[in-house]
């Protein structure tokens, strides 16, 4: 499986609105009426620009805090290129790592500046309905294709067909997923951690797209490899003249 290198990190500190209200656990609540396999975490969407996320994330909570990843230029310092963009209701201005007690997003993009990634996490102090919470994601997504009961997975192939196999969980707050499957579409898993009978204090959401994921790391790569032939053209160059007797 490729990986996409080469992440800069860089913090911008959005203003933070001084809310009248905590927001309620129904603000977090995923919509009742949506498309099955829709491509969105709480209106966080695959495939959006760095611009676009910025503006719905703000949208869904005006305390969050902002961390943006850039990728690396060919000097290996930042470039205009967003990797991530982060967001949290957090104390403090480091954002590098969160609390987990904590709502908050990542959102992970393509050198071609698509988001193919986005981690969530949900706390309530006073608890969250598992048995709605995971009624809520077979409205919007499809029928899990899991098969523990406080674990929801819907997986599909490049064709939109569900499948047991083709996960994509392997990341979170502090990095992006590594690799792709050609072979698969989206991916997305919701995890509980269980407080009682039913109630979870806080739950996690994966959503990463192979298909978004292999244009992000091709494209990456190609960078790359264009890149390191440059510097082998200057180092020809260079050196052309210097022609010792044969």
């Not at 309905?129 to 009961?149: E, R, W």
């Not at 890149?227 to 053209?233: L, P, W, Y």
Request: net charge positive; hydrophobic share 40%.
């Amino acid at each position: 499986m490729a990986s996409i290198l080469g992440f800069s990190w860089s913090v911008s500190r959005a203003h933070v609105a001084v809310a009248t209200a905590l927001l309620g656990c129904a603000a977090w609540s995923l919509p009742a009426a949506a498309q099955l396999g829709a491509d969105d975490v709480a209106g966080i969407r695959l495939g959006a620009s760095p611009a676009e996320i910025e503006a719905a994330l703000k949208a869904i909570d005006p305390r969050f805090k902002f961390l943006t990843v850039y990728y690396a230029d060919g000097n290996g310092k930042a470039s205009a290129s967003v990797a991530a963009i982060k967001a949290a209701v957090q104390a403090g201005t480091d954002l590098k790592g969160i609390d987990w007690k904590r709502n908050g997003f990542a959102v992970y993009f393509g050198a071609q500046g698509k988001a193919y990634a986005i981690y969530r996490q949900v706390f309530n102090a006073g608890g969250i309905s598992i048995p709605q919470t995971l009624a809520d994601l077979t409205k919007k997504y499809g029928p899990s294709t899991g098969y523990y009961p406080e674990i929801y997975v819907r997986n599909t192939d490049t064709a939109g067909k569900a499948t047991v196999s083709c996960g994509g969980s392997g990341f979170g707050w502090q990095g992006g997923p590594g690799g792709f499957d050609a072979k698969c579409g989206q991916a997305l898993k919701v995890q509980f951690d269980p407080k009682g009978p039913g109630v979870a204090a806080s739950f996690q959401t994966w959503l990463f797209d192979h298909r978004l994921a292999q244009e992000a790391i091709q494209a990456q790569q190609a960078k790359q490899q264009a890149a390191a032939q440059e510097t082998t053209r200057r180092q020809q160059d260079a050196v052309r003249g210097n022609r010792p007797a044969i």
